[in-house]
């Protein structure tokens, strides 16, 4: 017993000792960043402060968060027991994935800082360590910890994209987003979020998505994990497998929907039975056995880089079918996300400042937000796109809000509505809200929005207004697009 005290006590110190020595290559992250508004979108907050962590990986780059530079106007590194600050720049982010490489141009900010070494999907119940900057502090601080859980999980950063993540009971605090996890002397994840309320749980990205993200800005620019457009659906009722010829309690999930590009394309149908993604074999409640972890079968969709196929054996009309569908990278679901580092677009005509429909301007109605926005807003965001396809709009526009001024003071509706038509022309994007204004000749210009509602304003006095009111209320230009 005292032998594997011994040994167990030995290791532990070996360990801190390399975590140690490789925390040398971690650095502080500090960020001054201004954010929009996005129901006043020409307007931008305070330029804010905040902190973070990276760490040193190949082609002398730093690795951090997407969400610890987004909006970042300066970012400043701090190296290990280093005074001196050094400027950095974003040259590779991805929202979607929490991910970001920045670069250094000052020479010497590398100079005795080793690269640290990506490594494999740790085991679950393993220990792990993470290192950073927690805020409150100048020093690097180290925290050990076990990991507990292996899942596909919502990635807070873009809000509505989910990917494989490791949950562990190591601290991840404010100011630790960005540093590495390390199991022995490689990096297994970034640690990258938290959970309000929760002790003693935090959340890290592991290597595979790290490493598609690496690969992916390998040649130059970032493209984006592509999507196959399907949901999946367990397929575990005895009766209904026996309906479709398969084994009781065989393998296989079903496709629920398609996107309506996969429709499309013909290579998958509603109701297959996906039987395998790859080599992973899946199961009958739409799981996969990834390095002796059951996880969703999506995980095995994240693979292929942009434009490469992927392999599936389905289930069709009572036949097995091997099927290689082309992965491509949509943005169809940009806008309920969360959206940065571009400032949003808006057009202002006689006072009413038009911006498209985004989750980022909904939530400015504050933390109740689906209960404050009308209905016609949350079924244009989440729902029309699978309930009625050919009615969706490429970037539907609302009215955010109006800035009081003679020409629109009998308006009903001053704010916060969707808008359908504008002088008789169907509003598809925001150029569409500018055309249809500037080539009207008639003498009003009528509005039409989503709930029925018709409101008109002068053409004539609405032109001689629009500089009047840019004027008064400070706005540089009536748009941004």
């Given amino acids: 017993m005292r032998i594997l005290f011994t040994t167990l006590f030995f290791t532990f110190l070996t360990g801190l000792a390399s975590a140690a020595d490789m925390g040398r290559s971690v650095v502080q992250v500090l960020v001054y960043s201004q954010t929009p508004i996005w129901d006043a979108p020409w307007r931008n907050n305070p330029v ?4 973070g962590s990276g760490f040193v990986i190949e082609g002398d780059r730093v690795m951090t968060n997407a969400h610890v530079v987004s909006w970042a106007k300066q970012i400043v590194l701090r190296r290990f027991q280093d005074p001196r600050p050094w400027l950095a720049r974003v040259e590779y982010i991805s929202h979607e994935c929490d991910l970001a490489v920045l670069k250094v141009d000052t020479p010497g900010f590398f100079d005795g800082l080793k690269t640290l070494p990506l490594g494999g999907l740790p085991k679950v119940q393993s220990t792990v360590l993470t290192c950073g900057y927690p805020a409150g502090g100048q020093q690097i601080s180290y925290t050990r910890g076990v990991v507990s859980r292996i899942e596909m999980q919502n990635y807070v950063h873009i809000g509505n994209r989910a990917f494989l993540s490791v949950q562990t ?5 404010p100011g630790n987003s960005g540093g590495p996890v390390f199991q022995g002397d490689e990096v297994v994840g970034v640690a990258f979020m938290g959970t309000p309320g929760l002790e003693n749980t935090g959340f890290f990205i592991p290597s595979a998505v790290i490493n598609h993200f690496l690969e992916d800005v390998s ?5 984006g994990f592509p999507k196959a457009g399907i949901r999946i659906v367990s397929l575990q009722n005895p009766a209904y497998r026996r309906y479709l010829g398969l084994p009781v309690t065989g393998d296989g999930a079903r496709i629920d929907s398609l996107a309506d590009y996969t429709e499309k394309a013909g290579l998958l149908k509603k109701d297959d039975v996906i039987l395998a993604v790859g080599e992973h074999p899946v199961g009958s409640d739409g799981t996969i056995l990834l ?3 059951r996880v969703n079968c999506t995980t095995a969709f994240q693979v292929p880089q942009k434009g490469e196929k992927l392999k599936l054996k389905i289930w069709r009309d009572h036949k097995e079918i091997d099927v290689a569908v082309p992965m491509e990278v949509r943005d169809d679901d940009l806008n309920i996300g969360n959206l940065y580092d571009a400032p949003p677009r808006y057009f202002v005509f006689a006072g009413l400042v038009f911006t498209p429909l985004t989750l980022d301007y909904v939530k400015t109605f504050g933390r109740n937000w689906r209960g404050v926005a009308n209905s016609e807003m949350i079924y244009e965001l989440y729902y029309r796109r699978n309930e009625t396809p050919a009615k969706v709009r490429n970037e539907p526009v609302v ?13 009903r509706l001053a704010s916060r509505a969707m808008i359908d038509t504008i002088n008789g022309k169907r509003i598809e994007t925001l150029e569409d809200v500018i055309t249809a204004f500037e080539e009207n000749t008639k003498p009003q ?3 039409q929005f989503i709930s029925g509602t018709v409101e008109c304003l002068d053409n004539t006095q609405a032109k001689l207004a629009n500089p009047e009111i840019l004027s008064t209320y400070g706005i540089q230009t009536d748009r941004r697009l």
Avoid: F
């Fill in 48 to 51: 804010a402060s905040s902190s």
């Fill in 169 to 173: 009971d190591a601290a991840i605090n």
């Fill in 219 to 223: 040649d130059g620019k970032y493209d």
């Fill in 291 to 293: 390095e002796g972890n």
């Fill in 399 to 411: 009215l955010a809000t109006t800035l009081a001024h003679p020409v629109n003071a009998d308006m």
């Fill in 445 to 447: 210009h009528m509005i």
